[in-house]
């Protein structure tokens, strides 16, 4: 059974920093892409990132380009999304998933992050 465990979540200020890890379990890890993707309130789900099994490609939306950085641990199973340079549109759930930009992937429970002042 796959599974997915987000966290690193929390609330920060404008400008701050975020470090969000995935636990995953289930699956060879190392064999797939991962993704992260978002839902703010009252939104649809948004593809966020994703990175190749073998560490050599990352990929962004342009909306986080530049602030965000996808990185993989393959010997923890671990997926991380750094954040940085926080805008309150940011604020949303955030979900690790399997695969590469596919919303109906399995993905984990989610991390809420909240930018406020």
């Known amino acids: 059974e796959v599974q997915l465990v987000e966290s690193g979540g929390g609330l920060v200020q404008p400008g701050g920093s975020l470090r969000l890890s995935c636990v995953a379990s289930g699956f060879n890890f190392s064999s797939y892409y991962m993704s992260w993707f978002r839902q703010a309130p009252g939104k649809e789900l948004e593809w966020v990132s994703s990175m190749s099994a073998a560490l050599a490609h990352t990929y962004y939306h342009d909306s986080v380009k530049g602030r965000f950085t996808i990185s993989r641990d393959n010997a923890k199973n671990t997926l991380y999304l750094q954040l940085d340079s926080l805008k309150t549109e940011d604020t949303a759930i955030y979900y690790c998933?399997?695969?590469?930009?596919?919303?109906?992937?399995?993905r984990g429970q989610g991390t809420q992050v909240t930018v406020a002042a």
């Open positions: 998933a399997r695969d590469y930009r596919n919303p109906n992937a399995p």
